[in-house]
């Protein structure tokens, strides 16, 4: 099975910065892509970002020009640096990594981090 640590979360005022991380563990043979979603109190989850195994990322286009993704392989981590965060960033964020073992490719989810963006 595997299981992914989320970490970074906190309370930041406007126009801050956070680093989320998520790191999986386990057993699995392989990892492909990961991504982060998002969702606020009484609204659908929303998709944040997402990197392929090779590099190749893509965004939302709420987050587009202040959120990067990034990985490291050798880590098994994701990362979301998000900068010049607004009211409505205000969310738990979760990961979701993609991880192959002797039955095949899974997806799994992390436990969530709260962000909170607040003056």
């Known amino acids: 099975q595997v299981q992914l640590a989320e970490s970074g979360g906190g309370l930041v005022q406007p126009g801050g910065s956070l680093r989320l991380s998520c790191a999986a563990s386990g057993s699995f043979f392989s990892i492909g892509a990961m991504r982060w979603y998002r969702q606020a109190p009484g609204k659908q989850r929303e998709f944040v970002a997402v990197?392929?195994?090779?590099?190749?990322?893509n965004y939302g286009d709420s987050v587009k020009g202040r959120f990067t993704i990034s990985r490291d392989n050798a880590k098994n981590t994701v990362y979301l640096q998000m900068n010049s965060l607004k009211p409505e960033d205000t969310a738990v964020y979760y990961c979701?990594?993609?991880?192959?073992?002797?039955?095949?490719?899974?997806?799994?989810w992390g436990q969530g981090t709260q962000v909170t963006v607040s003056s």
């Open positions: 990197i392929a195994s090779g590099g190749p990322t």
């Open positions: 979701n990594v993609a991880a192959s073992n002797t039955s095949g490719w899974y997806n799994y």
